[in-house]
């Protein structure tokens, strides 16, 4: 019989949401008449902006008609996305990025885990702990890792984010060839400085390194000295990819886009030294497994960068970074430390007993469901997640409930 990758065995079963699933019905079953509310959800619950929604009208006609009929576009993107991307999201920052290294795609999500493929398979990996799982998954599907032992795989370089260094991983004491790093962070909330990054970025140039940036929420920074992009700190041309996405600033999780920006400066060499174009290999790659994202879909993410998209997505952003502020300050109420969720959706919590047991006591006391921070690595044990996407209304009777349960 035909036989399995066996890479595939070596993946840890992901209980963490269907675990919660179980103990979330358990719950409903004893307790019919009192309605839960989810707070662990990292989906948006806005709708779509109206700029995004006219433009996506408009170009459903346009392929209507047979002067505006799109068939097969560029895998890459349609220039006038890759140029608003350009313009909108690099130059206007002064970070100097050209509409030629941002690949277009359906999601952030594929190009992190996809982006594995181009490099070797004996390379040294620096994952977060804890982590966003797509980053570990697919580096350990494409068998770059030995079996799990105590909740980690062997051989990654785990970077631990902690209470100690406001998590934010310090630099390893080892070389490494691929360095995950995600800010504003997906679970924890936190954001790194300018210093924090140019600190990467140089680590990475010592080791002739790679830093893969997802940037995924990076419209949620509000505090003006934090960098929004890694291009913008010195010699990240050399050394790092960036992902974003239009998920999380502009609704997209339904309606699918993202984009990759890899600069052409950037390489990487083969066995016998020789140095190839990151660009020219994730190009390769993209064209070969990848018919481009609809052009409808990209006339709505190209409205993100119109005046009134973007007055939009400030206030959609605004709107559940105030849910997060009502987050924050009832958990600090109660005497939590937080981090998270003055620049990020997501506020991370020091529970001071295990993950799953603070999990529970929400769950069972306030009707309140929220994500354990066991789920996301070894570090999250002792925290929980709280995201701040969803209504106002929900958050309030959520927090108004919590403080009631354990005040
Ligand atoms: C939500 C999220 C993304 C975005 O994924 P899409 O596939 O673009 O929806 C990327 N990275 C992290 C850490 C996320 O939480």
């Known amino acids: 019989m035909i036989r399995i990758n066996e890479n595939y065995l070596k993946l840890k079963a992901s209980y963490l949401f269907s675990d919660i699933a179980k103990r979330i019905a358990a719950y409903q079953e004893a307790n019919p008449d009192s309605p839960i509310i989810k707070l662990g959800i990292g989906d948006v619950t806005e709708p779509l902006p109206a700029a995004c929604r006219e433009a996506f009208h408009a170009a459903i006609d346009e392929q209507g008609t047979p002067e505006g009929f799109h068939g097969y576009g560029p895998e890459q993107g349609y220039p006038f996305l890759r140029e608003a991307i350009a313009q909108g999201d690099f130059k206007s920052i002064g970070a100097d990025i050209d509409a030629s290294e941002i690949f277009v795609s359906d999601g952030a999500k594929c190009d992190s885990g996809n982006i594995q ?5 004996d390379i040294k990996i620096a994952v977060p702990d804890p982590v966003y799982p797509v980053y570990v998954d697919t580096n350990v599907m494409a068998g770059r890792t030995g079996a799990m032992v105590d909740g980690r795989y062997e051989g990654f370089v785990y970077l631990e984010s902690t209470p100690e260094n406001g998590y934010v991983p310090s630099i390893p004491g080892e070389k490494v060839d691929l360095i995950y790093l995600c800010f504003p962070n997906n679970p924890t909330g936190a954001t790194a400085t300018r210093d924090q990054l140019k600190a990467w970025v140089d680590y990475a140039k010592e080791c002739g390194a790679i830093i893969l940036y997802d ?48 600069p052409k400066e950037l390489n990487a060499q083969d066995a016998s030294g020789q140095e190839h174009s990151v660009h020219a290999l994730w190009n390769r790659r993209h064209c070969t497994k990848f018919n481009g994202v609809s052009y409808p879909v990209q006339k709505a993410a190209a409205a993100v960068y119109t005046e009134q998209g973007q007055a939009e997505i400030k ?38 007993q295990p993950s799953w047991d603070f999990f ?30 969803n209504s106002r209304a929900k958050i309030e009777e959520a927090m108004s409930r919590i403080k009631k349960a354990l005040g």
């Open 315 to 352: 206030a959609l952003t605004d709107f559940y970074l105030e849910n997060a502020k009502i987050v924050r300050a009832a958990m600090e109420e109660l005497g939590y430390s937080c981090v998270g969720g003055d620049n990020a959706p997501y506020i991370w919590i020091q529970t001071g």
């Open 117 to 121: 493929e181009i490099f070797g398979s």
């Open 360 to 389: 529970d006591l929400l769950l069972n006391k306030a009707g309140v469901v929220c994500t354990p921070g066991a789920g996301f690595g070894t570090c999250g044990e002792g925290h929980i997640r709280i995201s701040a996407f």
């Open 215 to 262: 940037a995924a929420y990076v419209a949620f920074l509000r505090d003006p000295e934090l960098p929004r992009s890694i291009f913008e700190i010195e010699g990240a041309r050399e050394v790092a990819i960036e992902f974003r996405s239009f998920s999380k600033n502009a609704g997209f999780t339904g309606t699918r886009c993202a984009y990759t920006v890899i």
